[in-house]
C-alpha cells in the first residue's frame, strides 16, 4: 500500500492537502538521516532542487531553465509584480473571481506603487464568460491573473478558454499568469500550447508534496525583460559569488527565486513529482475525469445541489450546504475527510480514490441530509 492512510480513510481533501505516499515519507526520512549523518551538504542540497525542476519542467512541457523552485505560491507571484511597473498608462491588473485569496492579495498590493485592480466576475452559472474578459482587456492592462481551477466551487476554465484570454492579452501587449495549483498533478498541463506567460502553484495538494515550496513558470522570452526587485543569492547568475556590492539576477528563471532553498521541502516534493511522472499524467488524468464523471452522475441521482459547474470542472466538486464547517466534521467523524468554502463541501478527487469512497461519501450525506441546502 503506497498510502498508509488508505483504506481506513476515505481521503477526499486532495484540494486541500495530498495524502503522504511511501516514497515521499522516505525522502523525508532519507534527508533527515543525512542530516544527522554529515551535518551539512549544499551540493546534495541544491542538486535536489535542480532535480526538483527538472521534473516540474517535465510535468508541464517547459525546459528546466524556464522553472524558478520557490518558497510558496505566493512568492512566486510576488516576484513576478516586483518586477512589473504600474507607474504608467499600462497600470491595470485583471484579475479573475476564480483566484484563490492571495492572488487577489499581493496584486491589491501593488495599489502604492500605482496598480489599479479590476475584477473579472462570475456569470450566474459560476462560470467566467470569454466576454467579460474581452470587455476588460485593452492597453491599459499590464496582466490578468487567471486560476486554472477555482478553489471556492472546482469551476475550471478549459484550454480554449484559457489560450483565447492569453491571445486577447498578447493583442494589446499584456501578460498572463496562470494558477494551477489546484489541479496540477490531477490533470495534464502544456504551458506551451496553452501559451501562457507564467505559472505558479505549489505540490502539497495534487502533487504529492508537502508545504514550504512552490515553483514558478516563465515564458523564456520574457526572463531577460523582467528584473524583480525582490531577490536573493539564490537568484543571482553567480551563487557562489556571494556579493554584497551588486544584484546580478540569473538569465533563467531563477532571477525569480530569493534566498536558501526549501531543503526538506524538495526532497519530498522531488519523491511526490516523482510518483506524478511514474504513474502517468495522462493516465491519472483520465482516472480522475472518470470518479469526477460519476460523482457528478451519483450526486445528481441523489438531489444534491451541486455547485460545481457540470459542463467545466477540475478534480474537485463541490456540494451547497447549511452548515459546510459541521457537516465537514460530522464526516470526519467517519473517517470521510473532505473540506469546504464558500457553504460549499468539497471533495477532491485522485488517483488514490476509487467508486467505494464515493459510496461512503454519499451514505454519510444522506445520513446528514439535514445540512444539505
Not at 488508505?6 to 526520512?29: C, E, F, K, T, W
Not at 497600470?91 to 506603487?113: C, D, K, M
Amino acid at each position: 500500500m503506497r498510502f498508509a492512510a488508505l483504506p481506513r480513510l476515505a481521503y477526499l481533501n486532495s484540494g486541500s492537502y495530498g495524502l503522504l505516499a511511501d516514497s515521499v515519507q522516505a525522502a523525508i526520512h532519507d534527508y533527515m538521516a543525512w542530516r544527522i549523518e554529515v551535518g551539512a551538504d549544499w551540493d546534495a542540497w541544491v542538486e535536489r532542487s535542480f532535480a526538483f525542476g527538472g521534473k516540474l519542467a517535465r510535468l508541464i512541457g517547459a525546459e528546466p531553465d524556464e522553472i524558478a523552485v520557490t518558497g510558496s505560491a505566493s512568492s512566486g507571484i510576488n516576484s513576478l509584480a516586483s518586477a512589473l511597473d504600474f507607474s504608467g498608462p499600462r497600470n491595470r491588473v485583471l484579475v479573475s473571481n476564480y483566484e484563490f485569496p492571495t492572488s487577489g492579495q499581493i496584486w491589491h498590493a501593488q495599489a502604492p506603487r500605482g496598480a489599479v485592480v479590476q475584477h473579472i466576475e462570475e456569470d450566474g452559472d459560476r462560470r467566467i464568460p470569454l466576454e467579460h474578459f474581452e470587455r476588460a482587456i485593452d492597453e491599459r492592462t499590464a496582466v490578468v491573473a487567471l486560476s486554472r481551477v477555482c478553489y471556492r466551487h472546482g469551476g475550471r476554465l478549459l484550454d480554449e478558454e484559457v489560450r483565447e484570454i492569453v491571445k486577447m492579452a498578447h493583442r494589446h501587449g499584456a501578460l498572463v499568469i496562470l494558477d494551477c495549483f489546484q489541479s496540477l498533478g490531477a490533470e495534464t498541463i502544456d504551458v506551451k500550447a496553452l501559451g501562457v506567460d507564467f505559472v505558479v502553484g505549489g505540490t502539497y495538494k495534487y502533487l504529492l508534496g508537502t508545504a514550504g515550496i512552490g515553483y514558478f513558470y516563465a515564458r523564456r522570452e520574457l526572463i531577460g525583460k523582467l528584473v524583480p526587485t525582490m531577490s536573493g543569492w539564490f537568484a543571482q547568475e553567480r551563487i557562489g559569488a556571494m556579493s554584497i556590492f551588486e544584484n546580478e539576477p540569473s538569465h533563467t528563471a531563477s532571477r525569480f527565486q530569493a534566498g536558501t532553498p526549501p531543503v526538506l521541502p524538495c526532497y519530498a516534493s522531488d519523491a511526490g513529482l516523482g510518483m506524478i511522472l511514474e504513474l502517468g499524467p495522462q493516465a491519472i488524468e483520465a482516472q480522475v475525469n472518470a470518479l469526477t464523471a460519476l460523482a457528478l452522475e451519483r450526486f445528481a441521482e441523489q438531489g444534491f445541489q451541486i455547485a460545481t459547474p457540470i459542463a467545466a470542472h477540475g478534480p474537485m466538486i463541490a456540494i451547497r450546504s447549511t452548515d459546510a464547517d459541521a457537516l465537514v466534521r460530522r464526516l470526519i467523524e467517519r473517517q470521510i475527510v473532505t473540506s469546504h468554502r464558500d457553504g460549499n463541501l468539497r471533495a477532491g478527487f485522485h488517483f488514490y480514490n476509487d467508486a467505494g469512497d464515493l459510496d461512503r461519501l454519499i451514505g454519510a450525506l444522506n445520513d446528514n441530509r439535514e445540512l444539505l441546502a
